[in-house]
């Protein structure tokens, strides 16, 4: 089978990433007791991907097949799932606990777990989730890891409900703009921040209240405009970086910030107005395997429909790099997706 | 009747304060309906009340009584508290939301609320509630403003309980001593952080398995080889500051910091470790009215005494600026108490 392949050292000239991928051809692997193999139809990208040949993300292996989300068929090791359209659960050893894993949590698509760039799977039985039927392959390959982020950010840590006022930041990214459905399917009123006028626009066509491009500096103004009278519950945040002392101001007593991740620098500040409005700061990482039961559950009674920004069709590696390129350039509103479409690669 | 106001500038050749303090002999005030006037018997300090003078607080307003914690007999307004020893619940505005105030928060002690360094005060019939009986008048006036704020952010926010492991900081104020009793008190396994290290021996001596100095850089190292094979559950500090990022890698997923104040700088750095590790980082202040009867319900179940480092008797100008002195040189271990005997002042 095809596989997209983490190598250590680009070839010459190639400098856009630390690490270089290679589409290799690979044995299907076997399944053991209380595994399936599934025959995947698409994968996703994620920031991580990227982290990872960046150099930029713990435990990386070379020699690891990549990618975390993935929706293929069950084509071995379970006869009531053979032939069943299903979407994988992303991470491994972390089964309820809210607070993180009970054991080693380890995310699909680094060594020694397989990854779901690859026209193959194995994974344990209870990994595998019916894909909810309203979604496209496509959708489907969008939602795992990029919907479990966004529940486990919004729910468990930002306890988002109907009526509150929320803001998430960086729309167009996949885990922001899967929080913003999540939020708007409960009746919150959400606003965003970007720094591209036109993925605001998009935003507001579903569902946000409003946004501002924080490459102004008086977007606080501007947020307080859109608000009137009233303040934020909470804000859900994938950047980190400079804006953090502003938030307090904009928010009521005892809102929660959720951060899940901090692509714009490693560390925020966290101010003493923020102690005296009793604000929390929370991390928020991935989720366990009950989060993401939680999670489809929802996306189906919502019929929620992930974004998808591009689909590649074809595991080749012109393929798998002109995604990265739009990943990298930072573009895109909505998930990246490679469709494997065996007719034109085998 | 003498009360101790704030005033504008201070005296020449005084300038340990931005603002100082006189001894008035001001009117004994009127109670009004739903009001009990209390005949105050001792006062504690806080921290407030040096940020106060030093001007580094919202709402300064000279003419001021100072002080927000006091305890006193009830001497007119309801009949069946007269004669009754009470303490007084320092906040007003906040009945119970646990996210914060639901109106206009005020705490004792800045007009136009009255203050505790008084020979009386006048304040609502339902902020006054039963002197815990095994304490003395020192001890319950230490009790009020400490109790409540260790009680946010030990159980609200930071949610300790039985067997947790628990890292309380800057051990020797009085929310931090607090803190340790309500921990120990549940059952918690508690450390301690001080510069001091006859405060961390101190510190044991009142429950904690054990402390750190950390002055010296190694500090971590030293916790860690204290604490074994755990995690902390939680960290309670009132220090804000450099250590932050230290302090995620002691701790297990999903622990919780609580920071009830920033006396050593008011900011702190929330790092990507942080997320990863699902920690929370909740401002506390405070608290609500329910959790001040919460907390006064526990001290007396499990009859907790709280440390008072010093007393001075008498309310007079040496005193008061006694006590100001040590809180400014940050040597005490425990609360400062004025107690007002009559027979001396009057």
Redesign the interface.
């Known amino acids: 089978m095809l596989a997209v392949i983490l190598q250590q050292n680009p070839p010459p000239g190639e400098t856009s990433y630390k690490h270089s991928v290679s589409v290799e051809n690979i044995p299907i692997p076997k399944i053991e007791a209380g595994q399936v193999l599934v025959k995947l139809q698409a994968a996703a990208y994620n920031h991580r991907d990227e982290f990872i040949r960046n150099g930029l993300y713990p435990g990386i292996q070379f020699g690891s097949t990549l990618g975390s989300d993935g929706v293929g068929i069950v084509v071995d090791g379970d006869d009531e799932l053979t032939d069943q359209r299903v979407i994988i659960c992303p991470g491994v050893g972390w089964e309820k ?5 009970e054991g080693k949590y380890r995310i699909l698509g680094l060594l020694p777990l397989p990854g779901t760039f690859a026209e193959y799977i194995v994974v344990p039985r209870k990994d595998v989730f019916p894909a909810p039927a309203h979604l496209s392959i496509a959708e489907a390959a969008a939602l795992p890891l990029a919907g479990l982020t966004a529940w486990r950010a919004t729910f468990t ?1 930002a306890n988002v409900q109907s009526g509150d006022y929320v803001l998430i930041t960086g729309i167009g990214g996949g885990v922001a703009l899967t929080a913003l459905q999540f939020a708007v399917s409960v009746g919150a009123n959400v606003y965003v921040t970007s720094s591209d006028d036109n993925k605001i626009k998009r935003a507001v066509e579903l569902g946000a209240k409003g946004g501002v491009n924080y490459k102004n500096d008086a977007w606080p103004n501007h947020l307080r405009s859109l608000l009137g009278s009233n303040l934020l519950h909470s804000i859900i945040d994938g950047a ?1 970086g400079p804006l953090h ?1 502003k938030y307090p101001a904009l928010m ?4 929660i910030i959720s ?4 692509t714009v620098a ?7 107005s ?12 991935m989720g366990s395997r009950a989060e993401f039961e939680q999670m489809v559950r929802f996306v189906n009674e919502h019929r929620i429909r992930p974004i998808v920004s591009g689909v590649w069709k074809g595991l080749t590696k012109e393929n798998v790099e002109a995604a990265y390129e739009v990943m990298r350039n930072g573009k895109q509103f909505g998930k990246l997706v490679l469709e494997f479409d065996a007719a034109q690669k085998l």
Do not use: E, H, I, W
């Open positions: 606990d809210p607070r993180g894993p840590k980190g002392p009521r007593l005892g809102g951060v899940y991740g901090m490693p560390q925020v500040t966290f101010t003493m923020a102690v005296l409005k009793n604000v929390d700061l929370k991390g928020s990482t």
